[in-house]
């Protein structure tokens, strides 16, 4: 069944919200979010959907550009959100907590909307054909709480904490949605026996593939990245990230990633600078998805919002690797993906 | 002669103090296809002219700065605002100057486009008029459509002469602070204004830029 | 008719009464021994103290000079209580002798129980010559006489000539105090004040000497708010001048306009005094860049009035407590206009080849003959003519200020002048004088306000007058020109083709160009003045950098400057206007771009850059420019100070007086790592 938004339900949606993330699960019955962006990206696809009724909203963590437009979905009233999952975290940015926690409560109190606290490992959920698996934050990481410190000394940031989801569809992974986790996050995710399964065919790759940790360097980074995508040995690596925000992707995650699975499918939402320093002429739009992207606007986008979606029995990622891979050879002579940027370092 | 949606635009009016510059407008219109009527003045009273506009012209560009030479009372912000109310497509042109941009902030929700004069040509114009003429026919675009969200008010009458407040908004992509004038709240409004207290208002949150920020249906707290 | 011959003898007890009872203190004695050096033509002296905490410490002295022969030692140096044959006799380096009797020198000796001699002198640099004493045999005969003692000879331990005395088994410990002394009267010994060396160098091996050595050198001169320079010539008249710090002229007079006896001349030696004034409040310092804190270290160390004969320091004139000059007791009558000795520094510096000026056997000073008491004479007159203008210019200023106040307070002044001489309270005298004293603060106040306000004036009348302007200026030409090039572009393209790029796209371009600088300026203009950008909030620094950047892209491109921004991690925050911090970086920034003009460099490149050092964030701004080439660094930052033709020469301390404004510091390196100025500015922050 299509509907007016060219997007082939059930599908999973990595919405172009710029340098943040939001991924919407939709189905025939109801749609939920991963993290939600910030501005009015989401908003505009739901209501290009006709879906006035978020059954609910899971927030990896409370970045405002994971978060914020959270806020205005309870605000607003044409939006109904009937439950939300997030940790307490003012660690931060308070005053965003804050105004969040205000407007929550404002909600709860008037509309009938189940908020959830402590979201950890274990926990789960099913919406449409989606299975939603929490891997993290575990609960010792949860309760402990950002800003303290765990038994090896290393300072629990708000990051640490991050939701790690896996998203299965009709019982077989599909994706996996780390959220901004760190080294530290990802470190006590893996302490453990047995080590937990990652794999998933499509990766969201951690905090838009920006620097893994504020303390992090270039090699450090390159390390996470390969250990990574070795846990979870992706076919496609999705980036979400804001053109000219933060220098991402970084290059030597790029690098580290490409040679650890060669051949693998990589994508960002947004066209990097790295990639392209001019901005995107206006008519290259052959592989945009008929979808809410924060970039088109500004000519910033790269593969723009991307959907995954069923098709003759199994799942595919569009904008498809042909039409991406022909704007990219149109528009990014120095696109990090296709290694068409120098390696001399 | 222009075709946007289902509007016809054949007459453009062009309005600007200096006689040079109605000229220029004009010249760089014409190049849009459109027949262009620069607006002698004195303009006279705001209405009067409105009325006068309707039927007469099918567009208008204006500059902002109206007053200088002996040629209006009323800004351009103002007056594209009541042609918008009038259903004329009103095009504002400006300057960046972060001063005016107050000033013209509470006319916006009625002035969809504003465009530096460095910026305007025959495409931006024609852009910038189907903007107005959609969104006076209800569709808005998604830099211009007000959501109802959360403004926080940071900061009220630290200025000298206790003119402005502060205020963040949460759920934007931004966290700047944008600077509003208590005047336009009205007085009941302002004399609520408290720092640090959570209001509502449709605001237009979808737009990257703060100058483009336009609020309205205040709710305080 | 001869029956007896018999001798005056001496008991060995003089020694003694001549030596520690007669010349008592320590340091002092030490000082003669460098002193002796100095008659020997040494540049250096080193003198060192080996755990002398304790009784049975060590000194030794060593200096670089003649040396001695035995024939020298046994005539000279072991005679004790000779004065000088001829003392205008000068040494082979010019000096004329500091003319010691030996008698300090003989105290010295005695500090310990055993002293030991080693010389080498210019004739016979292949050996040395060693003389032992052990004072304890003194204590065991009747006669001085009675001790025979031995020149002996040695192979050399150092090179070259020079003489080496060590003071063995010290009777006393020489505590911090003395040492301190010892320090500073080494550190004063040889006039280190003056530009031209005498050449004569002592050295204290202890801390105490380094910090004071060191401070020494610190010559705040340029900071004095007055700089007395009065000399007496080879007749006996004298004639004075008063400078200003920068030594310009303020006032002068002749013998007869400042002298107390203007018709007879002084009878002393030839003399110069040079006196620097400093007025030590929070006020006057507030432009500066140093601290009165650190001037009053510095007087407080060195302050009063030196006496130097034949180049070297006379003891106590200008000890710490020694006022020989009555500079405290003429200050208690008028402190505004009177140095005292925590307030100044100087010195008088006299050529005694004729020895006029004799010092006492105890080092205790100068004798009192005429010749002394006429150079204090002089001394004083000029003070006193000093400290008569200095009250008329502050009489004329007060005048001046009265004048130019506003009729209520002068009203109000007048009547509350009048409750005060009406009044029939016994306390009225001190009334009065308290009033006076109210009045003169006031209107010190007033005048320094004054002047900062002048400053800020000038300023704000230029950036007045450019943004009234600018809005006119950013409004129809601008906006004329700018539409109608792209309508020529336009329509010429349309008309003519690829032709009309190819021929006129560059002058049009250019045009275009031009257009986008004029209007710049304008809008430049304006953003600085805005209400909001004063305004007190959270500021983030990074985001500033990034706008002023921004805003000045065009002079840079004018001025074909490359501007590089490196941001360090974080977004460092504090709490203070946008403007301030806009100010600091534009005022720098045009700094920077101003001196490219004065040199030819291939890539003009300006740096700006932070980082988050503990709870700051420092900034540098450095170019590759000609760095800083003014003489004196600390010049830069005074207001007015400029080396450019039509410059204000504000801006630097605008820059300053923000940053301190602030709370943060800023210092400069004259040729940072681009080769050009570097500034370095630390703010403290709230967060990053």
């Known amino acids: 069944m299509t509907d007016p938004a060219g997007v082939t339900e059930p599908s999973v949606t990595i919405l172009d919200v710029g340098h943040g993330l939001c991924v919407l699960l939709t189905s025939e019955a109801e749609v939920t979010l991963i993290d939600t962006g910030a501005g009015s990206t989401v908003l505009d696809q739901l209501r290009s ?297 | 002669m222009l075709t946007i949606d289902s509007a016809t635009i054949s007459t453009v009016g062009v309005i600007d103090d200096n006689p040079e510059a109605r000229q220029s407008y004009e010249w760089t219109l014409q190049d849009a296809n459109v027949e262009t009527i620069g607006e002698a003045g004195p303009l006279g009273e705001l209405q009067e002219f409105v009325g006068r506009a309707v039927n007469r012209l099918d567009a208008v560009l204006c500059d902002h700065h109206l007053r200088i030479r002996n040629y209006s009372t009323f800004d351009g912000a103002q007056l594209a605002a009541a042609l918008y109310e009038a259903s004329i497509p009103a095009v504002l042109c400006t300057r960046w100057e972060d001063a005016h941009l107050d000033l013209i902030r509470p006319y916006r929700d009625r002035v969809p486009a504003l465009i530096q004069w460095e910026d305007l040509d025959p495409d931006t114009f024609v852009d910038a008029l189907a903007l107005t003429i959609r969104e006076i026919k209800g569709e808005f675009s998604e830099q211009r459509r007000t959501w109802r969200t959360q403004v926080h008010i940071a900061d009220v009458g630290v200025d000298e002469q206790n003119e402005f407040f502060y205020v963040d908004l949460p759920g934007w992509t931004s966290d700047k602070v944008i600077r509003l004038r208590k005047a336009d709240l009205g007085a009941e409004l302002a004399n609520q204004l408290k720092v640090d207290a959570r209001w509502h208002a449709r605001v237009n949150i979808g737009t990257e830029d703060a100058w483009e920020l336009y609020f309205r249906d205040w709710e305080p707290r | 008719m001869t029956d007896h011959v018999v001798h005056i003898r001496f008991a060995a007890d003089v020694l003694r009464r001549l030596g520690e009872e007669l010349n008592p203190s320590v340091d002092q004695g030490i000082i003669e021994l460098v002193k002796n050096a100095f008659d020997a033509d040494a540049s250096k002296c080193t003198v060192e103290l080996r755990n002398v905490d304790t009784a049975g410490g060590t000194v030794i002295v060593t200096d670089d000079g003649q040396g001695m022969t035995p024939k020298d030692i046994a005539d000279g140096w072991l005679v004790l209580g000779r004065s000088i044959k001829d003392p205008s006799h000068r040494t082979p380096k010019g000096r004329l002798p500091a003319g010691s009797k030996g008698l300090g020198r003989l105290a010295a000796l005695r500090l310990g129980h055993r002293t030991t001699l080693r010389t080498r002198s210019t004739t016979g640099a292949r050996t040395a010559y060693k003389l032992e004493i052990d004072w304890d045999i003194y204590d065991n005969v009747e006669l001085v006489e009675e001790v025979p003692l031995s020149i002996t000879t040695e192979t050399p331990v150092r090179r070259g000539r020079g003489t080496e005395i060590e003071i063995e088994e010290l009777r006393h410990r020489i505590g911090r105090t003395d040492v301190t002394r010892l320090a500073r009267a080494l550190v004063l010994l040889a006039d280190p004040f003056s530009d031209d060396a005498s050449g004569f160098n002592p050295l204290l091996l202890a801390p105490e000497f380094d910090d004071l050595a060191k401070l020494v050198e610190a010559r705040y001169f340029p900071e004095a708010d007055y700089h007395l320079r009065a000399e007496i010539d080879s007749d006996g008249y004298g004639n004075v001048d008063v400078l200003d710090g ?320 490196q941001l360090g991690q974080g977004r460092p925050f504090l709490r203070t206007s946008e403007a301030a911090i806009e100010s600091i970086l534009t005022n720098l920034i045009s700094n920077s771009l101003i001196a490219f003009e004065d040199v030819i460099t291939d890539r003009r490149r300006i740096l700006i850059g932070t980082e988050i050092s503990g709870g700051n964030a420092v900034l540098r701004i450095e170019d590759n420019g000609p760095g800083i080439t003014v003489p004196t660094v600390a010049d830069i930052w005074l207001p007015g100070y400029t080396t450019r033709v039509h410059g204000t020469g504000l801006g630097l301390t605008i820059v300053r007086d923000a940053v301190h404004d602030i709370g943060g510091s800023v210092e400069v390196l004259r040729t940072g790592k681009l080769e050009g100025a570097e500034f370095i500015i630390s703010l403290p922050i709230l967060g990053a």
């Not at chain 1, 990766?203 to 992090?216: E, T």
């Not at chain 1, 995650?253 to 499918?265: F, K, L, Y």
């Open chain 1, 49 to 345: 959907l006709s879906r006035t009724t978020v059954r609910r909203v899971l927030i990896s963590h409370a970045d405002r550009d994971h978060v914020g437009a959270l806020l205005t979905l309870l605000s607003d009233d044409s939006f109904e959100v009937q439950e939300i999952w997030l940790n307490s975290d003012a660690f931060k940015e308070s005053a965003l907590w804050a105004a969040l926690i205000y407007e929550i409560d404002d909600v709860e109190r008037a509309a009938d909307t189940q908020v959830q606290f402590g979201v950890r490992e274990r926990q789960g959920f099913s919406t449409g054909p989606f299975d939603v698996e929490i891997l993290a934050p575990r609960l010792r990481l949860a309760g402990l709480g950002a800003g303290s410190r765990d038994t090896d000394g290393r300072r629990l940031e708000t990051n640490s904490l991050s939701v790690v989801a896996r998203v299965h569809a009709h019982g077989s992974p599909l994706a996996l949605l780390p959220g901004d986790i760190d080294e530290v996050g990802l470190a006590h995710l893996l302490d453990q026996t047995p080590a937990p399964d990652l794999y998933a065919p499509i990766l969201v790759f951690p905090h838009h593939g920006g620097h893994v940790s504020r303390a992090s360097n270039a090699s450090a980074n390159a390390d996470f990245a390969s250990r990574f995508v070795s846990l979870v040995r992706p076919t496609t690596v999705i980036f979400s990230i804001g053109r000219g925000q933060h220098g991402t992707p970084r290059k030597e995650i790029i690098d580290a990633i490409r040679n650890t699975v060669p051949g693998i499918n990589i994508l960002c939402t947004q066209l990097s600078m790295l990639c392209s320093s001019a901005p995107v002429g206006a008519g290259n739009v052959a592989h945009l998805l008929q979808a809410a992207s924060r970039g088109r606007h500004v000519r910033a986008w790269c593969a723009g919002t991307i959907i995954i979606d069923h098709h003759e029995g199994s799942w595919r990622v569009r904008p498809s690797r042909a039409f991406h891979q022909a704007f990219i050879a149109a528009n990014a002579s120095t696109a990090l993906c296709t290694g068409q940027l120098s390696t001399t370092s």
């Open chain 3, 246 to 565: 920068y030594d310009k002229l303020l006032y002068t007079a002749n013998h007869q306009e400042f002298s107390e006896h203007p018709d007879s001349p002084y009878s002393c030696p030839p003399a110069r005094f040079d006196l620097w004034v400093f007025i030590l409040s929070g006020e006057n310092f507030r432009l500066r860049s140093v601290s009165v804190r650190e001037v009053q270290h510095w007087l407080r160390n060195f302050g009063g009035i030196h006496l130097y004969i034949n180049g070297l320091r006379v003891n106590p004139y200008g000890n710490s407590g020694n006022d020989w000059l009555d500079l405290n007791l003429s200050r208690v009558r008028s402190p505004e206009n009177r140095p005292g000795t925590n307030t100044s520094i100087g010195r008088i510096r006299v050529d005694d080849p004729q020895e006029a000026l004799i010092q006492k056997t105890d080092r205790s000073g100068v004798i009192e003959s005429e010749a002394f008491r006429d150079l204090r004479n002089f001394a004083t007159d000029a003070l006193e003519f000093m400290a008569k203008r200095r009250q008329a210019d502050a009489e004329k200023r007060r005048q001046r200020e009265r004048n130019a106040s506003k009729r209520t307070s002068e009203r109000t002044r007048a009547s509350l002048a009048k409750a005060i001489e009406t009044s029939k309270t016994p306390d009225k005298p001190q009334l009065q004088r308290a009033f006076e004293r109210y009045e003169r603060a006031t209107t010190h106040e007033i005048d320094t306000l004054r002047q900062e306000v002048q400053l800020y004036r000038t300023l704000s009348t230029a950036g007045i007058t450019a943004a009234t302007f600018a809005h006119e200026s950013a409004g129809s030409p601008l906006k004329v020109m700018s539409l109608n090039m792209d309508t020529v572009e336009r329509r010429g393209t349309r008309e003519f083709g690829t032709e009309f790029t190819k021929v006129l796209g560059s002058p049009l371009a250019a045009i275009r160009r031009a257009i986008r600088s004029v209007g710049v300026l304008g809008s430049v203009t304006l953003h600085l003045v805005e209400a909001d950008k004063r305004r007190l909030r959270r500021v983030d620094l990074h985001s500033v950098i990034s706008e002023v950047v921004d805003t000045l892209g065009p002079f840079f491109e004018q001025r074909d400057v490359q501007v590089e921004v």
